[in-house]
């Protein structure tokens, strides 16, 4: 590759390093939920909000990852106790527990306790006015 092509694209990386939105950023926060089989609320969370959540603030900053708690458990959450009751969701980043929410008992209630604890979050403290 010639260098001129090079040091342009360099130079591109940097302006889009410099003015790429926070947002963009890489996330080390993220939402677990844990589920089984048959959970009727588990069934109604995925129902109300699951399907987009992902597209909400709350998503953007901490994206879903759904296990069930009946399968092996990921190797990089060992340091979260996996819960028998369902739903249960867990606010973590960089592989440590942020703060836990247990049930689901409809869509204010969790968006609520969900901006809670994301609140909770060190990168979120400076933000919230």
């Known amino acids: ?7 342009s694209i360099f130079r591109m990386l940097i302006i889009l390093c410099i ?6 950023a890489a996330h080390s926060a993220e939402l677990i939920m ?3 089989d048959a959970c009727p609320w588990c069934e109604r969370w995925h129902e109300e909000i699951g399907t987009i959540y992902n ?3 709350e998503g953007k900053i901490a994206p879903l990852r759904v296990l ?3 399968e092996k458990w990921p ?3 060992k340091e979260i106790r996996v819960e028998r009751f369902t739903p249960t969701f867990v ?3 960089d592989g ?3 703060d836990r929410l247990r049930g689901y008992t409809g869509d204010e209630f969790f968006w609520f306790l969900i901006g809670e604890m994301i609140k909770k979050l060190p990168n979120q403290s400076d933000s919230q006015g």
């Not at 590759?1 to 040091?7: A, F, G, I, Q």
């Open 68 to 70: 069930n708690i009946h």
């Open 19 to 24: 003015w790429m939105p926070t947002s963009w």
């Open 96 to 98: 440590k527990e942020i």
């Open 91 to 93: 606010l973590v980043e």
């Open 75 to 77: 190797d990089d959450l």
């Open 34 to 36: 844990m589920e089984q």
């Open 55 to 57: 597209k909400t603030a």
């Open 1 to 7: 590759m010639p260098n001129r092509l090079k040091s």
